[in-house]
């Protein structure tokens, strides 16, 4: 066995990017809609910077439609994070991306998710559980009505509330409302940080929103006072290191900082972001650290107590992942 083969936890997917390609080519194709921007010639997605990945990202999405479509996208991508060995997993699930409807509409897209997971946990035994996701630059409006759809289907699938989207459009503070909502209901709180923003974005996230996780946050590695911050408040990095190369962040995974974050007793777990887009999967994240660090089973296994302990869910469905 090598340490590719563990059972993993992954905390930070996007629902819609982990749509291969192939499926939303087939979607395109059906609906008559022109995407062969979106794709490289050998079948991949197409961008070239981490604005333009966005763009192509929305494009692709925006053949997705309706909750039975949802379904599919569901099953497609659990059954592949199974085979990859991952045993519970947390999608960004965004009420913009699924029809941008009424509560109504987003009640069925999520029934619809939620019975596809349901299959998949019987079938291939992985657990997913949603977290509702404003997109940044849709603007704080759209964040309140995402935030509220989240509140009113809060329960033992939809678990959190977090943000994605452009860092470089308005500023985490401006989000409050929508974290306050989601707060209130209940639910646990990540935001997209120090990814494309740097550590002033991160510490926005934790002065301004009080998350309990930040999605990336990797360039808190420039500012060690925030580093402390991070260790004292036990606030839990979902680190997404081919992404983070992809998108240009780190020339390779050896440059990347999960490993002095870790030394500097960060909470860091592992996750793909949009594995399709990145050429990735949960099993070759792990092969790269392996190779990169010489990280082995016992490493692995830290990091996937580190994501239990983070994980939204709730303690009994913890006890049956664990
Ligand atoms: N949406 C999907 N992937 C994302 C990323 N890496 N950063 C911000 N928003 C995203
Ligand atoms: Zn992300």
């Known amino acids: 066995m090598t340490v590719a083969d563990l059972p993993k ?45 966005l763009s192509v990202y929305e494009a692709a999405s925006s053949v997705l439609t309706g909750p039975e479509e949802f379904a599919r996208l569901t099953s497609a991508w659990l059954e592949e994070s199974a085979a990859n060995g991952v045993v519970y997993t947390e999608s960004f699930i965004s009420p913009d991306f699924c029809g941008g409807g009424d509560l109504g509409a987003w009640r069925e897209y ?7 997971a349901a299959a998949a946990e019987r079938k291939h035994g992985i657990t997913l559980r949603g977290v509702v996701t404003a997109v940044r630059h849709f603007g704080p409006q759209k964040s309140k009505r995402a935030s509220l759809y989240a509140a009113e289907t809060a329960g033992r699938f939809v678990v959190g509330f977090g943000m994605g989207g ?9 989000f409050a409302y929508a974290f306050d909502q989601a707060r209130e209901a209940g639910l646990k709180l990540t935001t997209h940080a120090g990814e494309f923003g740097g550590a002033e974005s991160v510490w926005d996230a934790l002065n301004d929103l009080n998350v309990a996780r930040i999605g990336h946050g990797v360039r808190a590695i420039e ?7 991070l260790v004292a408040r036990q606030i839990t990095l979902e680190v997404c ?22 030394e500097a007793g960060v909470q860091v777990t592992v996750s793909t972001d949009d594995p399709p887009f990145f050429h990735t999967t949960m099993r070759r994240e792990y092969e790269m650290l392996a190779q990169a660090f010489g990280w082995g089973v016992e490493d692995f296994a830290e990091i996937n107590q580190t994501a239990l302990r983070a994980a939204f869910c709730d303690e009994e469905t913890k006890a049956v992942v664990a």
């Open 166 to 174: 452009d860092e470089g459009q308005f500023a985490q503070g401006d």
């Open 223 to 229: 500012d060690p006072d925030l580093i402390k911050e």
């Open 9 to 53: 936890l992954e905390l930070h997917i996007h629902h819609e990017g982990a749509a291969p390609p192939a499926f939303i080519k087939q979607l395109a194709h059906e609906k008559k809609v022109d995407l062969s921007r979106v794709f490289t010639p050998d079948g991949g997605y197409a961008f070239e910077n981490f604005v333009h990945f």
């Open 241 to 262: 290191p081919g992404s983070n190369v992809v998108l240009g962040l780190f020339p390779d995974f050896a440059a990347h900082p999960i490993q002095a974050l870790r």
């Open 110 to 116: 999520l029934a619809a998710i939620e019975e596809a």
